[in-house]
């Protein structure tokens, strides 16, 4: 299923012209605690494309990808709670704007904003979320946003036993390095 996904990011991709990036390596972490335990998973799968004349992003992974400290913790993940096997991908599909070019081609960091909908657990939710943008030297551009989302905002059921050992939101952090389509293969 990996392999589906960068085939249809690089059909994507090659589709449009230069500016249209892929990134395939991409780092997704959500975390939360309580007093009782963290929890953290980290997918470094995930796909995205990104073009930077429209600003039009998508992002893609698998749930069965995010890898956990405690192998117990990561089969609850995908049994109980993702139900990986009837929703196996999250996705983001959204706009990045205050895309500032010129600042961006000359290598500076510059903040956007990231807005659209991430859909996990089949439930689809709008989100505006800050961002941060960079041209690498290596000519690629390097993104990163941290926001929190809301278990029970996508239909996320906790069980009652458990209820103190999870809290009500994850904070997510992304980070991508896109690259031109056909240095990124």
């Known amino acids: 299923m990996k392999k589906t996904l960068l085939v249809a990011a690089l059909a994507i ?9 892929l990134a395939k390596n991409g780092y997704v972490r959500f975390f939360s605690t309580t007093p009782i335990e963290n929890i953290e998973g980290i997918c470094q799968t995930a796909v995205s494309t990104l073009d930077l004349d429209s600003g039009k992003v998508a992002i893609k992974s698998r749930n069965t990808t995010y ?9 609850h993940f ?6 990986s096997d009837k929703y196996p991908l999250a996705s983001f599909s ?14 500076k960091q510059i903040p956007v904003t990231i807005e659209g909908d991430l859909d996990v ?3 689809k939710k ?3 979320v800050p961002g ?11 993104g990163e946003t941290k926001f929190t989302v ?9 069980p009652t036993l458990v209820v103190a050992k999870i809290a009500e939101s994850m904070e997510i952090t992304a980070r991508f390095a896109w690259r031109a389509a056909e240095a990124a293969k």
């Open 13 to 21: 991709a090659s589709a449009a012209d230069a500016s249209n990036l």
């Open 132 to 142: 941060v943008l960079q041209k690498a030297a290596d000519g690629s551009y390097k």
């Open 78 to 83: 995908n049994e109980n709670y993702m139900e």
């Open 94 to 107: 959204g706009v990045v704007t205050r895309l500032d070019r010129p600042a961006l081609e000359a290598g």
């Open 67 to 75: 890898l956990f400290p405690d192998k117990l913790m990561q089969e």
């Open 121 to 123: 657990h089949g439930v």
């Open 150 to 158: 809301g278990i029970a905002d996508h239909g996320i059921k906790i």
């Open 126 to 128: 709008h989100y505006v």
